[in-house]
């Protein structure tokens, strides 16, 4: 990596994340109390190129940056660990468009924005639809989402201070010192581009005076960009660049590997990331017991503490748990509560109940509701055999689903689907399905090429023994 690229790094993920990137030269700023402890990072209030916090589920990270730090993050997690699926969102967010109006309901105006993505605009911040053509900025709502928000109120961000269009000038709240106000008050007003109010950022409490006529000079500088681009440039086209957003996700291996890195900077009980992820009591006894590992207390019997202590956690035999069949794209489908039948530290079997009549693809029978599935999935494999039987009791096929390893949180079995399956019929045909739907996956850089190479051995290797193992059961 030949530029550094400045990071703030919050959530449960830092510090496995913080010993990663500075391994490959990237900058820590701002860190937590807890980081500077543990890395000997002096305080660096810097502005960063790239921010990542955790997901709101806890099972990876965002982050948020520039398009070259974003593009360095996602490299090195692809080239770090084994699982990690990478979601880059296709718009630049804050960036400015202009778009062609594509078309329009009651409550929002639909704005093509060009590479296939479609935003919504309020009806009410729209021009005539007659003009066609509409200049918008990509809003901080519903990041990652397949069809972006828009606004015609503009913005043009910087380090320490916003351009607002049609605005008066302000200064964030975050800034209390009256004096410090009253002076970003009267500079802003002295610094205004026609037409725009400046609005001071929190950094800019702490910049020379010279520091933030410069970042202005530079915001203006855009914003004449800007009305020359909006005159020339045919739509669909982005006008002005702004931070770009990515969702990672830390499935099973992806967890293990950050519970390496941790363990080399801090005492770290196995499957640390897995038992934050939880949240709750196990992550609070989590806490707990790895401060006694940090007075000096013996692993083996702080791990075996811990253990006892969440053991009831969890679910066990005849326990009621959610199905989550995560997809690459980040979708979530809950297919519905199943019955543990078999759960130890070697594999677990649950059984659903179909809810809907339907059809299952693949198999080429019909799906009823009343049919049982029942699951079965060694720990640390690849794939969920799922046998389907009718209310009578008549096997309908199997699927085997190739899939990151199985996780069992206290109230669902949790696994990201790799799209594809192999299905045996009752006749006895096995096939392999939806191949593509990975291929697509690994073009648009979801996942990387030693996860793509591995499902491809993984699934060939997983037909053979099937149709072995069906020839033998059916014709021998």
């Known amino acids: 990596m030949s530029k550094t690229f400045r990071v703030k790094v919050r959530g449960i993920y830092t510090t496995a994340l913080t010993k990663l990137l500075l391994e490959n030269g990237f900058q820590i700023v701002q860190p937590s109390q807890a980081i500077k402890a543990r890395f000997g990072i002096p305080d660096d209030n810097e502005p960063p190129d790239i921010k990542i916090k955790d997901r709101y589920d806890l099972q990876g990270v965002v982050a948020l940056g520039s398009a070259e730090a974003i593009e360095a993050f996602k490299t090195v997690l692809q080239s770090s660990f084994e699982d990690v699926l990478t979601r880059k969102w296709n718009v630049s967010l804050d960036g400015i468009y202009k778009g062609c109006i594509a078309n329009a309901d009651e409550n929002m105006v639909y704005v093509d924005m060009g590479n296939g993505t479609v935003g919504m605009l309020p009806r009410h911040e729209s021009p005539s639809e007659s003009q066609g053509e509409v200049v918008v900025q990509v809003e901080r709502k519903r990041i990652g989402r397949k069809t972006p928000v828009l606004t015609t109120q503009l913005k043009i961000v910087g380090n320490c201070a916003i351009l607002a269009q ?22 802003g007003k002295q610094l205004s581009p026609e037409g725009w109010g400046i609005i001071w950022r929190e950094p800019a409490a702490y910049k020379s005076k010279d520091f933030l006529e410069k970042e202005i000079m530079a915001l203006t500088e855009k914003v004449r960009t800007l009305n020359e681009k909006s005159v020339s440039e045919k739509a669909p086209a982005l006008l002005l660049e702004g931070s770009y957003f990515i969702d990672v996700e830390f499935p099973f291996a992806s967890k293990r ?36 590992l940090e007075k000096g207390q013996s692993y083996s019997e702080v791990e075996e503490l811990f253990k006892r202590q969440i053991q009831h956690e969890f679910p066990e035999e005849g326990s009621k748990v959610d199905v989550e069949h995560v997809k690459l794209s980040g979708a979530v489908f809950r297919l519905g509560q199943a019955t543990i039948e078999t759960i130890n530290n ?26 049982e599935a029942i699951s079965e999935a060694k720990t640390g494999e690849w794939h969920i055999t799922t046998n389907y039987f009718s209310k009578d009791g008549k096997w309908k096929g199997t699927y085997i689903n190739l899939n990151t390893p199985v996780e069992v949180y206290p109230t669902a079995i949790r696994y990201v689907d790799l799209e594809v399956d192999v299905c045996i019929h009752p006749n006895g045909e096995t096939k392999i399905i939806d191949m593509e739907k990975l291929e697509k996956a690994f073009e648009n850089d979801i996942l990387n090429k030693a996860l793509f190479e591995k499902v491809k051995n993984t699934v060939k290797l997983v037909a053979e023994k099937a149709f072995v193992e069906n020839f033998s059961a059916n014709f021998i």
């Open 346 to 371: 070697e594999e677990i079997k649950y059984c659903r109940t179909i809810r809907t009549d339907g059809f299952y693809d693949g198999l080429g029978v019909a799906k009823e509701a009343g049919d």
């Open 257 to 292: 590997k950050l519970d390496t890195l941790r363990a080399s900077v801090t005492p770290t009980l196995k499957g640390h990331h897995f038992y934050k992820s939880c949240g709750g009591n196990v992550s609070a006894a989590l806490e707990m017991a790895e401060k006694l």
């Open 166 to 187: 049609k605005s008066k000038v302000g200064v964030s709240l975050k800034i209390r010192d009256l004096t410090k106000r009253a002076e970003l008050y009267a500079l």
